[in-house]
């Protein structure tokens, strides 16, 4: 796994910054992925931050998954297109 890496020069086309988000509850209740979404607006915002571009360059794929994780967590893929 890549743990630096230079994003292009100049102006981002919207769309080029794939973030590919899993999210996995801490428990069995029903969960949807729109809720999921929402409650990573902060997430998205700082990944956005750190990489110094507006998180409208972002493409996101969520996937929630069914099986618990002991106190839930969530797992961001970033690739840069």
Not at 73 to 78: C, D, S, Y
Request: with cysteine.
């Amino acid at each position: 796994m890549q743990d630096k890496f230079e994003l292009p020069g100049g102006n981002i086309p919207k769309g080029s910054v794939k973030l590919d988000i899993d999210f996995y509850p801490p428990d069995r209740r029903n969960r949807d992925d729109d809720n999921a979404m929402a409650s990573f607006k902060a997430g998205r915002d700082g990944i956005a931050q750190a990489l110094r571009c507006d998180d409208s360059v972002f493409r996101a794929s969520p996937f929630l998954h069914t099986e618990p994780h002991p106190g839930g967590k969530v797992v961001v893929t970033i690739t840069v297109t």
